[in-house]
Nanobody, 126 residues
Framework: DVQLQASGGGLVQAGGSLRLSCAAS????????ITWSRQAPGKEREGLIC????????WYGDFAEGRFTMSSDNAKNTVYLFIKTVKPEDTAKYYC???????????????????WGKGTQVTVSS
């Protein structure tokens, strides 16, 4: 049974930093890319950053490179999203997801996700 549980959200002041965690189980990390996406009220879900342990690669969304980084702890089957210098526009629900690695797709595109976690809410105060 595939499970992806995001945690670490909450209320954070603008200018601060944040670490979100995603505990994953039920699938082989080697076959999937793990993506962090977010969805703000009234907006579409957007992919932020994606990592493939098999390919040792990281992909960034158009605006994510610079303030967003991602790491993984394979021993704990956990991936992390780090956001520095958070801004009010970062307010959204953040999701981790698993996408099976295959050719011809854009891994950051939410449409290709195979499994979604439930998400964790991040609210940034100005």
């Amino acid at each position: 049974d595939v499970q992806l549980q995001a945690s670490g959200g909450g209320l954070v002041q603008a200018g601060g930093s944040l670490r979100l965690s995603c505990a994953a189980s039920g699938f082989d990390f080697a076959d999937y890319a793990i993506t962090w996406s977010r969805q703000a009220p009234g907006k579409e879900r957007e992919g932020l950053i994606c990592i493939s342990e098999r390919d040792n690669k990281t992909w960034y969304g158009d605006f994510a490179e610079g303030r967003f980084t991602m790491s993984s702890d394979n021993a704990k089957n956990t991936v992390y999203l780090f956001i520095k210098t958070v801004k009010p526009e970062d307010t959204a629900k953040y999701y981790c997801a698993a996408t099976r690695l295959r050719t011809g797709i854009r891994l950051l595109d939410p449409v290709w996700v195979d499994y979604w976690g439930k998400g964790t809410q991040v609210t940034v105060s100005s």
